[in-house]
């Protein structure tokens, strides 16, 4: 019996109602093929930051190491800044374990009513891989005469060539794996930000040379998102900067039924720390304790945890049993339409692992 270990990391709101729901059923998934998790919870976000002024504790990253894998929830809470939150505690573990490359399949599943016109399951089926370590994200700024009339603001974005480079060739190399329409699109804002995205254009230009068989494109993120909405059955992979990334992931997410259907992986592909899993959602404190937050992008992110771990079999039955969930339509919650719960929903997912259809 292969036993995995892996860090939770709940964080705030809806993260403590899906993330263990989606536990329950990878336990499930993975004891059907030989495998086991040993699960080490760790109390880390908004509540932590109230009682002890930080996110997390100095030597987090010490503790995290050790793990195969960090399963993550949702950062996010009213009462605090964003940037205190999402900086005091995802963003230094994406960077600190250099998981530079941030992959969020978007998928229009069968069961799933699209908000595009004519759409239907099968026809949006496509990967953004977000750059995850650096450039708008940089923590690079500052401010001056704060509060004063003459307030002046910096924030910088920093794009280094092994930076961009390395995370432009895993995107081409994940089109080469997926096999399907053989297309990388690269988004940017070349136009407005001639310096680093022209840059980045340039290294998209000079990598696509050792990628002879697969198309390219470049779109400015404007576009891109015109394009995703007028005609998202045209893109197989997509790769863009950090901030871009994850707009568009929102975007995608909402063309193919709901954010609470997407799920993340956050990448060190040279497995020399571990990778974090996890829905691409927050912690949407609007429904956070009602019970009716959707587990199923949190239990697609274990999907894609089980896969990077070497576990395939047992990655394939968990997406299979939340694909049949959904394509059932009588479990949903009420971002798809339905009046299930969190529960009900982890509860129709586990019966189909169990009954093993
Ligand atoms: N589960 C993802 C999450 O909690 N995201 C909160 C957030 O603010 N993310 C911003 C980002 O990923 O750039």
Known sequence: MKTYRIAVIPGDGIGNEVTPAAIRVL??????????????SFPWGSAYYFEHGRMMPPDALDRLRPFDAIFFGAVGDPRVEDNVTLNGLLLPIRRGFDQYACVRPAVLYPGVRAPLAGRKPGDIDFVVVRENTEGEYAQIGGALHSGGLHEVAVQSAIFTRHGTERVIRFAFDLVRQRNRKRLLTSVTKSNAQGFSMGFWDRVFSEVSREYPEIRTESLLVDAACMDLVRRPQDFDVIVASNLFGDILTDLSAAITGSLGLAPSGNLNPARTSPSMFEPVHGSAPDIAGRGIANPMAAMLAGAMMLDFLGEGAAA?????????????????TPDLGGT??????????????????
């Open 27 to 40: 336990d499930a998934a993975a004891s059907r093929f030989e495998a086991r998790f040993a699960w080490e």
């Open 316 to 332: 394939k039955l968990m997406e299979s049993a939340v694909l049949r969930v959904l394509a059932d339509q009588r479990d949903l």
């Open 340 to 357: 299930g719960t969190t529960e009900s929903v982890s509860a129709a997912v586990l019966a189909v692992i169990s009954s093993g259809r």
